[in-house]
């Protein structure tokens, strides 16, 4: 992720993002952990203050957490260690290295050209039969929101092409309305793939 205006914005409110957040994502992130194996490893893209990385290590699984913010990383660093480092989503060049790939709410910023590169980059990392699970803030559109962040805002038929465009035939996709840092309705749309 590129856009230095939403770079920007996450390093300058590190401090106050990583203290909105107070409980792991819940059930899509308990869904993600039972389709893995016991103990498998996970690699985390946009992992904020940690809360979902330590929640998925207290249940027993080996995390890799990253963030392409290095003051994220460092709010990450007080609740979960040196687990957390710095790595943004471009960067990615492991290959059937994890059982699984979480991305809640941090692959919305990658432009939208650029996101068949990346999730390709996803199912490389992956193992065979590897699950990934991201979530984006739905749309018709890429645009900024009010807080001059970048979104690619796709509608379900974008995101599916995206993801075929990248290689990956076993999808599954979900809707579910909430909010985020802005306090705003929210649809959110949680694509579930396995390589």
Known sequence: MSDQQTLRFYAKHAAKYAQHRT???GPMLDAFL?????????????CGNGMDAEHMRAQGFQ????????ELVAEAQKRIGEMARVMRFEDLDADAAYDG????????????????????????????RGVFAASFKGGSGEG?????????????????????AAGWTDLSLERDMGSGYDALPTQWLWMTARR
């Not at 995390?63 to 290095?70: L, Q, R, V, Y």
Request: proline letters at 10%.
């Open 34 to 46: 039972a389709a893995l194996p016991q103990g498998g490893r996970v690699l985390e893209l946009g």
């Open 63 to 70: 995390i890799d957490a990253t963030d392409g913010t290095p």
């Open 101 to 128: 790939v979480w991305a809640c709410a941090s692959l919305l910023h990658v432009p939208s050209t650029e996101l068949p590169d990346i999730l390709g980059r996803i199912r490389i990392a992956l193992r065979r």
């Open 144 to 164: 900024r929101d009010g807080l001059n962040r970048y979104y690619n805002y796709p509608s379900p038929e974008a995101l599916e092409a995206a993801y075929r």
């Open 23 to 25: 409980r792991p994502s």
